[in-house]
């Protein structure tokens, strides 16, 4: 019976997977993740300097960067190949060189944004011929990892989540009731931007009425697609019937194709054509 649990056990583990074994998660030195300020207690020859470590979201050391005093030029060394373990409090953070590794061995503060120890050597930032001296070091934290932290914008943009989106130029903008605010400036509302209306009908001030019709523009539609052939020159009606009298949804409809029109349809037809029509029929 024992041999048999255990070979069901067993059957679990290599079949279906161990269910008692949860994903891992991201290790203890991702707590250090962020931009770090790194103060020397002994900056020698570098007094004045002012150097920034960055570590990734695993708590790696990825950049070192020194500020030069007399003219803000920046050394600056990526790290591809650091490793850090941090076990409680105390931080050993691992730099490997060609004459061999510079480490940090220190104490990370209760409050995580401060951390206290030494590097065995001093660590060339690779131009600028400058370094950042060895022995007793304290890193205080910048920031956290914010995405915006290295991200310069454009003049009339800002940094979302890491990215330069242009700025609401109506943000900090009140309007006066009956006006919205447009690129920045208050312009009257549009009443008709949300006002769907019936065919032949258009939005005046928020309200539908009926499409007002050119009977000039009517005469030239209706002799340009040729339709006094069936309807006569006056639209009295000739093999087909008098237009005289019919509305602008009945023109439109049998012009379009959304009602059978014996005549055919006109391509690109317009429910202002259809109005057009009625109006020159009306002034015949």
């Known amino acids: 019976m024992r041999k048999m649990s255990t070979v069901l056990m067993l059957g679990c583990l290599f079949v279906c ?7 891992p998660g991201p290790p203890p030195a991702a707590v250090l993740e962020g931009t770090w300020s790194v103060i020397p207690e002994d900056p ?4 004045g300097w002012e150097y920034e470590a960055k570590f990734n979201s695993n ?5 070192l960067s020194g500020v030069r005093p007399e003219d803000g030029a920046t050394a600056r060394l990526t790290i591809d190949d650091a490793t ?24 990370l503060s209760d409050d995580q944004n401060t951390m206290t ?8 930032l690779g131009d600028l011929e400058a370094s950042l001296p060895g022995g007793e070091l304290t890193f205080e934290r910048i920031t956290n990892g914010d995405p915006c ?10 940094c979302v989540d890491g990215e330069c ?6 943000a900090d903008v009140t309007c006066d009731p009956g006006t919205v605010c447009v690129d920045g400036e208050c312009v009257p509302e549009d009443l008709c931007a949300d006002v769907t209306c019936p065919t032949c ?84």
């Open 44 to 47: 020698g020859e570098f007094e």
């Open 201 to 284: 009908e258009t939005c005046v001030d928020g309200v539908c009425e009926p499409l007002q019709g050119d009977p000039v523009a009517g005469d030239a539609f209706y002799a340009a697609n040729s339709c006094a052939a069936c309807h006569g020159d006056n639209a009295e009606g000739a093999f087909g019937p008098s237009l005289i009298g019919t509305d602008c949804i009945t023109n439109y409809n049998e012009l379009s194709g959304i009602e059978e029109h014996t005549g055919g349809t006109v391509d690109g037809v317009t429910e202002q054509d259809a109005a057009d029509l009625v109006a020159w029929y009306d002034s015949l």
């Open 17 to 23: 997977g161990c269910p008692f074994m949860p994903p």
């Open 84 to 107: 850090t373990e941090l076990e409680g409090s105390d931080v050993v953070i691992t730099l490997p060189d060609l004459t061999g590794a510079r480490v940090f061995e220190g104490t």
């Open 149 to 158: 932290d290295d991200v310069t914008c454009e003049v009339g943009e800002s």
């Open 165 to 170: 989106i242009p700025d609401d130029p109506c």
């Open 117 to 124: 120890g030494s590097v065995t050597d001093q660590i060339d």
């Open 59 to 63: 708590g790696d050391l990825v950049e």
